[in-house]
């Protein structure tokens, strides 16, 4: 679109798969239990815990009575042994033997658990508690929250690399053509219904650090919103200007990378790129992502229109040219501007050059259009 030549610029994580019902071999196996040494054979049923750490006694057992079994055969049978314990060595109290008060008095018949058998006891039941939770866990429908844990060594995972942000949004449906007016416009894109009397204001080639300042307080002025078509390496080095527009209210769309003279020529591939590149500056520096894409010069093909489409924006060109690129003479761009109809898109720049006679134009263009009833309105 300019006259001007456009400055281009230039670990994985490996964990062993759990069994089939979601458990590994290490939550299964049992908690370890106190270290005590080796352990000692437990008592027979019926003795008490004193009679099991006493020296066997070398007398005879008494005869059972009639109808009264002993030894295990009496606890399978239900019947409870005799209520006296059988008498063991008593053992040396220290407390009593240190000149303190005696122990209380032991009852008959309760055996008395020592310190081992307590500790013993306890690691069973945690051990009955864990087994009495993996069950729960596995056998309703919802995951225990913490898991099975792997079994095996676990190789360090790396952090997560933050991605880069998608600008570009899904692919779109092809158009056969670019976008010229508002009913079109209206049309491909499902925009909401424009006023009879809307007109629409497009600036190309842009951010300008001298015009696009000065015409950005002409629609100020006249509260006229536009659509700034950027290219991507003006955008760059210019990025205060870029924000400039979008703190202003006006939209902003895809004019390529590099303003490229026959964008159709290129290949596939170059295209893409040249709209990527131009997608993502633009975002970068204004938090904006822009939805319609401006070719240079109005050259479209369906090459182009394939490219467009696939980066998920719409084609969009104009119905009223003033030529002010050329840079032919304020009156010249006022005549081209003045005949605009409604639903007609107009196009002038702030890019390319020098923008002397475009910015003078629009000083009389833009609030003689309104007078007429015309409104300007956003894409």
Not at 109 to 117: E, F, I, S, T, V
């Amino acid at each position: 679109m300019s006259d001007e030549p456009q400055r281009s610029v230039p670990e994985d994580r490996t964990v062993e798969a759990p069994d089939e019902d979601g458990q590994t071999d290490e939550d299964l196996a049992p908690a370890a239990g106190p270290a005590a040494g080796p352990a000692e054979p437990a008592p027979a049923d019926g003795q008490t815990a004193e009679a099991s750490e006493a020296p066997a006694a070398p007398a005879e057992q008494p005869e059972p009575e009639d109808g009264v079994a002993s030894g295990p055969s009496a606890d399978a049978a239900g019947v409870e042994p005799p209520s006296a314990p059988i008498p063991a060595p008593a053992e040396p109290d220290t407390q009593e033997a240190a000149g303190g008060d005696p122990p209380p008095p032991r009852q008959p018949g309760r055996p008395l658990l020592d310190r081992r058998r307590l500790l013993i006891a306890g690691a069973g039941a945690a051990l009955a508690a864990v087994a009495g939770g993996i069950a729960v866990g596995t056998g309703g429908d919802e995951p225990d929250v913490a898991g099975p844990r792997p079994a095996g060594p676990v190789t360090a995972v790396r952090s997560r690399q933050p991605e880069s942000t998608r600008v570009t949004p899904p692919p779109v449906a092809v158009q056969r053509a670019p976008i010229f007016t508002l009913a079109q416009y209206r049309k491909a894109t499902g925009a909401a219904p424009f006023p009879a009397d809307a007109i629409a204001l497009t600036i190309d080639d842009g951010p300008h650090p001298v015009w696009t300042p000065k015409i950005l307080k002409l629609l100020d002025r006249y509260h006229v919103p536009a659509m700034f078509c950027m290219i991507g390496n003006q955008v760059l080095g210019h990025e205060d200007v870029a924000k400039m527009v979008t703190a202003a209210g006006h939209q902003l769309a895809n004019h390529t990378w590099s303003h490229p003279g026959v964008l159709s020529k290129r290949s596939g591939t170059t295209i893409h790129r040249e709209i990527l590149r131009a997608q993502e500056k633009i975002h970068d520096t204004t938090g904006y992502a822009p939805k319609l894409f401006r070719s240079p010069g109005g050259v479209w093909s369906p090459k182009v229109l394939r490219q467009v489409a696939m980066a998920g924006l719409f084609p969009l060109d104009w119905t009223n040219d003033p030529r002010d690129w050329s840079r032919p003479g304020v009156g010249r761009i006022e005549h081209a501007m003045l005949a605009a109809r409604p639903g007609q898109i107009l196009l002038c720049h702030d890019g390319g050059g020098d923008r002397s006679q475009t910015y003078h134009a629009l000083k009389t263009v833009l609030p003689r259009l309104k007078a007429r009833g015309l409104r300007f309105v956003a894409l």
